[in-house]
């Protein structure tokens, strides 16, 4: 419930249009995303998205936040305690009130998930 | 030696009282001793009565100037030509700082590579050998991340971490270029992707 909260935050900055929240695992721990993405789907592109991040780590470079560039959209990531707060927004969404936003309510999230 | 025959000459004609003597002694003095003037001029070694004259007597006839100072002729390895000369020089004429050794570049910190979308290696630099399957890895598995967001393609991906970060970008249609390497080193990287 606080985590469905907090995640609804994020929606306040504008080009914002859902976030969810991935164990260091892969699997998805809560999800504020519009009604298009299915479940499954989102399943499987969280365990993904862990795969780039732990690859990274193994890389040398263990991973506090980062962003992915599909062109007409962008993924934020943002490293929690439990593992990682995912934001879509659009291409044009201003980084640095997203980033702002998303570092705290990644701060806010409670360790138990 | 023409100091000597100017002063007999001097002497010869010389007034014995009043102002003109006074004045006649007065030039006879300086042809004999080196003005006081700060000035520094090289002394010729032609004299055959300055050859013979004692070391010890040719040092009082130092300038007074204190900037420049003859070079020691008594040390042994020195040539006779330079003990004889007399020249003035700077006393650190023989401590020119030699030139520092030429270093070789400092190891790069950033690692590039770039393959094509297929993994093909195309050119690597950098410390970081695995870059190029990272890379590719990366960049396949971003482009699933990006379908399964309702998107066509992953364009990059940047990630940062305490120390380092990682960026891989598609370049062009068929090259895809990872780069990583210290956050100091990445700015340029990170700013253009917002991270910064």
């Not at chain 1, 506090?64 to 007409?72: A, T």
């Not at chain 2, 001097?10 to 014995?16: I, L, M």
């Not at chain 2, 195309?122 to 990272?134: A, V, W, Y």
Request: proline share 5%.
């Amino acid at each position: 419930m606080i985590t469905a909260r907090m995640l609804r935050i994020l929606e306040d900055v504008s080009g914002v249009l859902g976030s969810f929240v991935i164990g260091r695992e892969g699997g998805l721990i809560v999800a504020s995303m519009p009604e298009r993405f299915v479940a499954d789907d989102l399943e499987l592109t969280a365990s993904r998205i862990a795969r780039v991040l732990s690859c990274s780590a193994a890389n040398g470079t263990e991973v506090h936040d980062g962003v992915f560039d599909f062109g007409e959209g962008k993924l934020l990531v943002r490293e929690f305690v439990r593992g990682y707060l995912c934001v879509l927004c659009d291409a044009a969404v201003n980084m640095r009130s997203l980033r702002l936003t998303a570092r705290l309510v990644a701060r806010g999230l409670p360790a138990e998930l | 030696m023409k100091a000597a025959t100017l002063e007999s000459q001097a002497n010869a004609n010389a007034p014995t009282h009043g102002r003109a003597a006074t004045e006649v002694a007065h030039s006879t003095r300086t042809l004999r001793d080196e003005p006081r003037t700060g000035i520094v001029r090289k002394v010729e070694a032609a004299s055959s009565d300055t050859e013979r004259a004692p070391a010890q007597k040719k040092e009082k006839r130092a300038f007074a100037s204190g900037i420049v100072r003859r070079v020691e002729p008594a040390a042994a390895s020195e040539t006779l030509d330079r003990a004889k000369s007399r020249a003035w020089r700077c006393l650190e004429w023989a401590a020119v700082p030699e030139k520092a050794p030429r270093s070789e570049p400092p190891a790069p910190s950033v690692s590039v590579a770039q393959i094509t979308t297929h993994g093909a290696l195309i050119r690597q630099s950098g410390p970081d050998e695995t870059l190029p399957e990272t890379a590719g890895f990366m960049h396949r598995v971003s482009t699933l991340v990006a379908q399964g967001l309702g998107f066509r393609r992953c364009r990059a991906l940047c990630l940062r971490g305490p120390e380092s970060a990682l960026s891989v970008a598609q370049a062009g249609a068929s090259k895809v270029v990872g780069v990583s390497g210290p956050l100091r080193d990445m700015t340029n990287v990170l700013r253009r992707m917002d991270l910064e």
